[in-house]
């Protein structure tokens, strides 16, 4: 302090500016990368899990929900329904396949069996597209500008579409996906496939399949943050979330298409989007008919007879 009390004026002032500066960049690195998000409900998966474990007498709970919500709460395959949301099992490792064959095999696919997802395949799933991957920042699986998270994942689940256990099937209906707390609420009771698939200018795909997802965006919590120019990180970022979703499901052996081809109010109807939520993707997932897994083989003569070697 004596020294710099002794600098000429004007090396005092540079020094100043110098250390405001860098202040100033330190305060906006962390307020950008360093805080956590600051939307969501904050509670964690955890806490969730707790409030499961006390007695539970919603009649809802007991009609479609597995029975063992009071044992077990760390078995990461368990999931708990009480009220209208379901606890998804937690993500984890459950493919081998590398990412390498993921991206080989990736295809878009539209014809599906008359099978159901399991729960735990709906759980990774939608963990792919927007769970979350870092949790003291709340970053998520695909990469968002600002880390502003413009994206809302719905789920129309058909009937009979996802096995919750032997026997047992989730209720058919329109679910939110709750990002914070890997569930998924109900927000409107029934096979809506049909309805959905109409909006989305009849693809049977949308109807045949077990389950869709319906992507939609805010972009006001990009845009204002970037202006006009969030506009294309909120597409840029869909495309990476979709992107997910297909690796994911390929990962898993199931088949999933991007449908971009759709009425958008319609669409916003079936799914009850809220008014600052656009639908940017409606995303068919089901058990392939057929699959087809090229080798890096193939790939390797294709290019070879490209660059003329045979
Ligand atoms: C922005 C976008 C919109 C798309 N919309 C539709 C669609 O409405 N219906 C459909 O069946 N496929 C749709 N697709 C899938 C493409 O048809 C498919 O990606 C393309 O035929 C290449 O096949 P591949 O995905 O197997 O590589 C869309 C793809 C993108 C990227």
């Known amino acids: 302090m004596f020294r710099i009390a002794r600098l000429k004026p004007a090396t005092a002032l540079w020094v100043l500016t110098l250390v405001i500066t860098a202040l100033l960049a330190a305060y906006a690195a962390w307020l950008f990368y360093g805080t956590p ?36 709460v760390s078995a ?54 927007q769970g979350i991957t ?9 990469p968002s500008a600002g880390a502003t998270y413009p994206l809302v994942l719905y789920v129309v689940v058909g ?36 309805e959905l698939a109409k909006a989305s200018l009849n693809q049977p795909w949308v109807r045949d399949a077990p389950v869709d997802l319906v992507l939609c965006a805010v972009f006001e919590r990009t845009t204002r943050v970037y202006g006009e120019r969030g506009i294309r990180y909120v597409y840029m970022e869909a495309g990476h979330a979709a992107q997910n979703v297909y690796l994911m499901a390929t990962a898993l052996g199931l088949g999933t298409v991007v449908v971009g081809a759709f009425h958008d109010d319609w669409v916003a109807s079936v799914v009850k989007a809220g008014k600052d939520e656009s639908p940017l993707y409606v995303i068919p997932v089901g058990v392939p008919k057929e699959v087809k897994h090229p080798s890096f083989q193939e790939i390797d003569s294709w290019y070879s007879s490209q660059r003329g070697g045979g």
Request: charged share 20%; proline share 5%.
């Open 134 to 142: 870092d949790p003291a920042r709340r970053f998520r699986a695909a």
């Open 76 to 129: 990461r395959t368990e999931y708990f329904i009480i009220g209208n949301t379901v606890y998804l099992p937690l993500p984890r490792q459950v493919s081998n396949v590398t990412v390498e064959e993921a991206i080989l095999w990736r295809r878009s696919l539209r014809e599906y069996k008359d099978e159901p997802l399991t729960l735990t395949q709906l759980s990774m799933i939608l963990w792919a597209a």
């Open 159 to 194: 009937d009979r579409g996802v096995l919750l256990e032997p026997g047992k099937y989730l209720r058919a209906g329109v679910y939110r996906y709750d990002v914070m707390k890997h569930a998924l609420t109900l927000v409107r009771d029934g096979d809506l496939r049909g």
């Open 37 to 72: 998000h600051p939307r969501g409900s904050g509670s964690t998966v955890t806490s969730s899990i707790t409030t499961i474990t006390t007695p539970v007498t919603s009649t809802e709970h007991t009609t479609w929900s597995n029975t063992s919500t009071t044992t077990a």
